[in-house]
């Protein structure tokens, strides 16, 4: 596995991952302001600030044509994937040209031309949806693999034994990844979930399990990697396991206040994916300005596209009957 | 040209081309491999093999959610739920899910797939094997829900179900499985478009499923009476057919609106309301399952009976 300074393509790498962090970030504290400050992102959006190593590191793992399903937090997760920026920011706005033409907002973005099928409003709903898309892609004969987030509040949901147990059972095209960020809305996971948890429920089902320190890129990168050359081999299902920690609070207008105090500060001064990437990089040899230069590009692409979605009008009143269904279409007849 | 099938064998011979002619389209559900609980997929397995005619485990939700990530990939699932009732254990995956894959993602997907539902009482299989629930899907905006009443519908409508890019829900009456009739393969039935079962002049009958078997044996009664009883079988409950139904009241001044679902918020109130509407003095009636549990002793389950002598019973009321 690759160690500092082997060779050019390992530090290139290393930087993509770092940028790809810092555009996550810069695009959820955009979003944090718009909605905060400006108004503008008119629904509940739920920040995955300290979590940005699994988006990064997973996604580097796969092609475009892969499948990906996320969650309500799953921001990071689409911009990594390859999605336009611009078309989430108008989407989180409920603009038109958003990805989902305004009519999903942050908790139901989607880009399905670069594999992204779908954030979901309801935890766990999308295990099995992933699974199915792997179901799929076998009947098919393709050798696309879908990757199917979580977090940890999901193990505690029936979805996540039928969803596992299904790809177990079909020997599925699918990486199953719990993103353990730790709680559950407002709930420490570990106070409502019996037994080892997530890993342990995984492997009671034959899943390979992996897990990680999920706050670091390169380590996620590394397990991603090895798993999706795997899978896509035709092995079967995995189950990735990367613990993580919620910076924020469960939405971006929750306080957090349940947390002992000091926590948080304490990831974000010691644990942040971010501050080790940059100090990884760091040894690797970069500059502090090389670095500064990173973290302003991300910056000002965030927030000039912010202004720019800010700028767009919203859809049409005529699209809240299109996109419904052919037969019986609202379109048509409503009532 | 007509043949003899059988209501199970009309609606397993529409999957069986549909799969020859398109190899996208595949099954899934709990013992497809032995024909399922009613024989519906008999031979179906030997034809396509297990990969596309697949024995799932006991995971409702599973089998419905991989149902709509397989269909987001570019492939047409039908789905077995084994009884109506079953379906419950998949809620969020068809109303949360399903219906709305296609808007919330602005257009991006389409959930193209039958979900089956055998639906009915079906003797003394009491409260969780018996309920008649189309009405709830009806108010799920996204979701086509056709209820076939006879072979030929069942040979027609399930071609079209899964031919549809919707995602269909589709009630299979369970008590009905052995009917026979003649089944004419060419024969085609848009979703949308009611039956006109039987033509009168006093009275229209409008009802779907087993009920409209009921209601065209109560309109053949009233007809020995002297009765004109029109009767509706609307094959299909969103979208339903309002013109057929608003023309025959139109003409015929009074409507029965039968059915076997628990009559408190069925769908007969929303046919009820509709005509009420659009035919200013017509004369309504409503029969419905009463707001009670279907037992399994056989004389209290028939206390939740539409019999088709209720029906006619209605019938002569209203024209006396």
Redesign the interface.
């Known amino acids: 596995m690759s160690e500092p300074g082997d060779d050019g393509d390992n530090r290139a790498r290393s930087i993509a991952l770092l940028r790809m962090m810092e555009r996550i970030r810069a695009f959820e504290e955009q979003a944090i302001l718009a909605a905060e400050r400006d108004k503008l992102v008119l629904g509940a959006i739920h920040p995955s600030i300290g979590q940005e190593a699994c988006a990064a590191g997973i996604m580097q793992a796969l092609r475009r044509d892969d499948i990906l399903l996320s969650t309500h937090r799953g921001h990071g997760h689409t911009l990594a994937k390859g999605a336009d920026p611009l078309a989430m920011f108008r989407e989180l706005l409920g603009r038109a040209g958003g990805c989902c033409g305004g009519k999903g907002g942050s908790m139901h973005i989607a880009d399905f031309n670069v594999g992204m099928l779908g954030a979901n409003g309801v935890v766990g709903a999308n295990i099995t949806i992933g699974a199915g898309a792997a179901h799929g892609l076998k009947l098919m004969g393709s050798d696309r693999i879908a990757v199917d987030i979580f977090g940890d509040g999901a193990v505690n949901r029936g979805p996540f034994l039928e969803g596992l147990n299904w790809a177990a059972v079909y020997a599925l095209p699918v990486l199953f990844v719990c993103e353990d960020n730790q709680w559950s809305a407002t709930t420490r996971t570990r106070t409502v979930t019996a037994g080892e948890g997530a890993g342990a429920r995984a492997a009671a089902m034959g899943l390979p399990v992996t897990t990680v320190d999920g706050n670091n890129v390169e380590e996620v990168a590394q397990a991603a990697d090895q798993m999706v050359a795997r899978i896509r081999s035709g092995n079967g299902p995995e189950f990735l396991h990367a613990i993580t920690y919620r910076q924020t609070g469960h939405t971006s207008f929750d306080q957090a206040a349940y947390r002992p105090e000091g926590e948080a500060e304490r990831h974000k001064r010691e644990d942040d994916p971010i501050l080790r990437q940059r100090s990884y990089l760091r040894e690797m040899g970069l500059s502090s300005a090389e670095l500064e230069t990173l973290h302003a590009e991300a910056q000002a692409e965030m927030a000039a596209l912010l202004k720019e979605a800010a700028a767009t009008p919203f859809p049409p009143d005529s699209a809240a009957f299109t996109d419904v269904q052919d037969i019986g279409s609202p379109a048509k007849e409503a009532f | 040209m007509a043949e003899k099938m059988t209501y199970v064998e009309a609606s397993r011979e529409a999957l069986r081309e549909a799969m020859r002619a398109d190899e996208?389209v595949?099954c899934l559900g709990e013992d497809l491999g032995r024909g399922s609980v009613f024989g519906q997929y008999l031979g179906l397995q030997e034809e396509f093999g297990p990969?596309?005619v697949?024995d799932?485990?006991i995971?409702e939700?599973?089998i419905?959610?991989?149902?709509?990530?397989?269909?987001?990939?570019?492939?047409r699932p039908v789905v077995e739920m084994r009884f109506s009732d079953f379906a419950l254990c998949a809620t969020?995956?068809l109303v949360?899910?399903i219906a709305k894959?296609?808007?919330?993602?602005?257009?991006?997907?389409r959930a193209a797939m039958v979900i089956r539902k055998p639906t009915g009482m079906w003797r003394s299989s009491a409260a969780q094997h018996s309920q008649s629930l189309e009405s709830w899907y009806t108010h799920i905006?996204?979701?086509?829900v056709v209820c076939p009443a006879t072979p030929q519908d069942n040979y027609s409508l399930m071609k079209a179900a899964i031919a549809?890019?919707?995602?269909?829900v589709y009630f299979e009456h369970k008590n009905i499985w052995g009917m026979e009739g003649e089944v004419d393969r060419s024969h085609t039935v848009e979703?949308?478009k009611a039956a006109i079962r039987r033509t009168g002049a006093d009275v229209t009958i409008v009802s779907w499923s087993d009920t409209a078997n009921l209601a065209d044996e109560a309109g053949a009664r009233l007809a020995e009476e002297g009765i004109g009883a029109e009767v509706i079988d609307l094959r299909s409950l969103?979208?339903w057919d309002?013109a057929t139904v608003r023309a025959s009241v139109a003409k015929t001044g009074r409507l029965i609106v039968a059915h076997e679902s628990v009559r408190v918020g069925g769908f007969g109130g929303e046919i009820a309301a509709t005509v009420a509407e659009a035919v200013p003095g017509a004369r309504i009636r409503r029969l419905g399952a009463p707001r009670s549990l279907i037992a399994y002793a056989p004389n209290l389950e028939d206390q939740m009976r539409v019999t088709r002598e209720m029906i006619a019973q209605a019938a002569r009321e209203m024209v006396k």
Not at chain 2, 141 to 144: A, S, W
Not at chain 2, 164 to 168: E, I, K, T
């Open positions: 996208t595949w990969e596309r697949v799932t485990p995971s939700a599973a419905m959610g991989a149902a709509l990530g397989a269909a987001m990939v570019g492939t969020d995956e949360n899910q894959a296609r808007f919330m993602f602005g257009g991006q997907s905006p996204g979701l086509v549809a890019d919707d995602p269909v979703i949308g969103w979208p309002k």
